[in-house]
């Protein structure tokens, strides 16, 4: 048995994953864009992944672009027959490295096919719809005609599942009455937790809540509170976020992202960390301070 077979498990569409997966994006060059910067690094990482026992690997093919879905080819294809390959769309890059919104029926398709001939698959298992009202978040606005491009891609066979990334509330609402929503991917860690309520309402109705950026994103989290528990643990500040995630919610899948084998060790081995519940009291206040 694995480390992360202690993270436990949760739905995702109709496969059951580990709730410790790994997310691509840092595969990919400075600025998610371009190749990376070693070329066989990026290999051995996703490889050990696998070979750790992650079930859950999160990408895009605007990662790059192209790139990272590329790399997970060449390293995993053929892959594993428990490997749940999660992808989104709904952007495309500028020349200059920017991230533009890609909504339109050409879009939304040319996209899907992107995906399924970079990655080598014949079908999507799940595909995020990530809304680009407003890049930096969450922003309220329509999704009906993006998400109805996508639930039609989805009947012609070539998605399973749909997902919603950068969503509010009130757009799940929205794209539930279109098509069944398997998870949200938005932005949640233990200093932006503005989905509190969210996460518990997916739990109840037992839909998987993908946070990114669950150390900080570009600026990883920074606390003398998350050092100090870290240090009486024995633990990394890193694995202490991770472990307070994971406790969290059961519904909580996390892919935490590296394109280092010993960073990628490191964070696998916080499913194994348990939090006493003094430790969990502190971390909470995390956020409060952080407002």
């Not at 070979?51 to 895009?60: K, L, N, Y």
């Not at 995906?115 to 009906?144: K, Q, T």
């Not at 891609?153 to 990334?165: D, F």
Request: proline share 5%; glycine share 10%.
């Amino acid at each position: 048995m694995s480390i992360i077979d202690q993270s436990g498990m949760f739905t995702l569409g109709d496969r059951r994953v580990k709730r410790l997966g790994y997310g691509a994006m840092q595969l990919a060059g400075p600025g998610v864009f371009g190749p990376p910067r070693d070329h066989g690094a990026a290999l051995a990482v996703l490889r050990e992944a696998v070979a750790s026992g992650v079930d859950h690997i999160d990408t895009s093919d605007f990662y790059g672009p192209h790139v990272t879905n590329q790399i997970i080819r060449e390293a995993l294809h053929p892959y594993r027959d428990d490997l749940v390959i999660v992808t989104k769309l709904g952007a495309r890059r500028g020349t200059d490295k920017s991230w533009i919104p890609a909504f339109s029926r050409e879009e939304l398709t040319e996209a899907v096919h992107d995906n399924l001939r970079n990655l080598g698959l014949d079908v999507l298992e799940v595909v995020n719809l990530r809304i680009m009202f407003d890049v930096h978040g969450p922003a309220e606005g329509s999704i009906e005609a993006p998400l109805t491009i996508l639930a039609d891609l989805q009947r012609q066979g070539l998605v399973r599942h749909v997902g919603l990334s950068n969503v509010t509330a009130k757009q799940l609402a929205e794209g539930r009455g279109i098509t069944e929503i398997v998870c949200v991917q938005n932005q949640y860690n233990l200093a932006h937790r503005g989905d509190d309520a969210l996460i518990d309402d997916l739990a109840r109705d037992g839909i998987a809540y993908v946070p990114f950026f669950p150390l900080g994103g570009f600026t990883p989290l920074q606390s003398s509170t998350l050092s100090d528990v870290a240090a009486r643990l024995g633990a990394t500040p890193m694995q202490v976020a991770l472990a307070w995630l994971l406790r969290r919610s059961p519904n909580i899948l996390l892919i935490p992202g590296t394109s280092s084998v010993g960073h990628l060790r490191e964070n696998l081995a916080a499913a194994g960390l348990v939090l006493p519940d003094d430790a969990v009291k502190e971390l909470d206040l995390i956020a409060t301070s952080a407002a």
